[in-house]
């Protein structure tokens, strides 16, 4: 129970990670915010929260609507009173491409989401934060550590994101407001393993074989699963991590070395 009773708003939660963090969150005693732009999924989420015996409120949001990312704020102090932890990750995929070729509207929109929308949400929820001392945490991605081709983009705006992490950590710290970043590698959950089929099928093996080839290249030999993404941000949220600030944590089996 290292969340009892704390207050944690979850954005973009979907059936992949966020609805674990949210899931996980409850299971270690918070009571939770719910917030996305699809409201029947956040129904279902919700009734998984319950079914723990936490309370979940859900509030259909798009980040980058100002309006409401400012009802989310409003919404989980009405229903809660408080919010000790704001985790951010609600995410728009950047184009696939070369960052030489890929184009500035698209790259622009990207950001907007990704990096400029997560900032405006996070300082709105500041307020509330350094009344309980709580924190965010920024769901970044194992991108950071390669340069591959096509993923450039990609970098450019997760890259983006941890120095915004970085920033807010020493500018909030003062305020008693901490402020970390979780690195995924693989998650295997529907979408990868929906890719993993599509590859067997291109290839003409299993998919079990696809899983294996990917996870020889892994320390632990195992693609982490979202539960095991979702606890260590409720780690990262939870008072046991009460020193650690502007960090960012790698979650991804051993894949690679920070």
């Known amino acids: 129970m290292l969340l009892r009773d704390k207050v944690v708003v979850?954005?973009?939660?979907g059936s992949g990670?966020?609805?674990?963090?949210?899931?996980q969150s409850?299971?270690?005693?918070?009571?939770?915010?719910?917030?996305?732009?699809?409201?029947?999924?956040?129904?279902e989420v919700a009734k998984e929260v319950a079914e723990i015996g936490r309370r979940a409120v859900v509030v259909p949001t798009?980040?980058?609507?100002?309006?409401a990312a400012r009802r989310l704020v409003e919404s989980s102090v009405d229903a809660f009173g408080r919010v000790d932890a704001l985790v951010n990750n609600a995410f728009a995929m950047p184009p696939i491409t070369g960052l030489a070729e890929v184009g500035l509207p698209e790259l622009r929109a990207a950001l907007e989401t990704n990096v400029l929308a997560t900032l405006r949400?996070?300082?709105l929820f500041v307020p509330e934060l350094e009344k309980t001392r709580g924190?965010?945490?920024?769901?970044?991605?194992?991108?950071?550590r390669h340069s591959r081709q096509g993923f450039g983009p990609y970098k450019t705006a997760k890259a983006a994101l941890?120095?915004?992490?970085?920033?807010l950590a020493t500018e909030l710290g003062p305020r008693g407001v901490r402020v970390n970043s979780v690195a995924p590698g693989y998650i295997w959950g529907d979408h990868l393993k929906f890719y993993f089929a599509y590859l067997a099928q291109q290839r003409g093996v299993t998919a079990e074989q696809v899983y294996e080839e990917t996870a020889a290249t892994i320390d632990l030999r195992k693609l982490p699963e979202p539960e095991e993404i979702a606890d260590a941000v409720v780690f990262?949220?939870?008072?046991l991590a009460r020193a650690i600030t502007g960090h960012c944590l790698d979650v991804n089996g051993g894949e690679y070395h920070s």
């Open 10 to 13: 979850v954005s973009g939660v």
């Open 17 to 23: 990670l966020g609805r674990a963090i949210a899931v």
């Open 26 to 43: 409850a299971r270690a005693g918070a009571d939770v915010v719910l917030a996305a732009r699809t409201e029947s999924r956040l129904a």
């Open 62 to 67: 798009d980040i980058d609507d100002e309006a």
């Open 121 to 123: 949400l996070t300082r």
């Open 135 to 144: 924190s965010a945490v920024m769901i970044n991605s194992a991108v950071l």
């Open 162 to 167: 941890l120095a915004v992490a970085q920033a």
């Open 236 to 239: 990262l949220v939870s008072d």
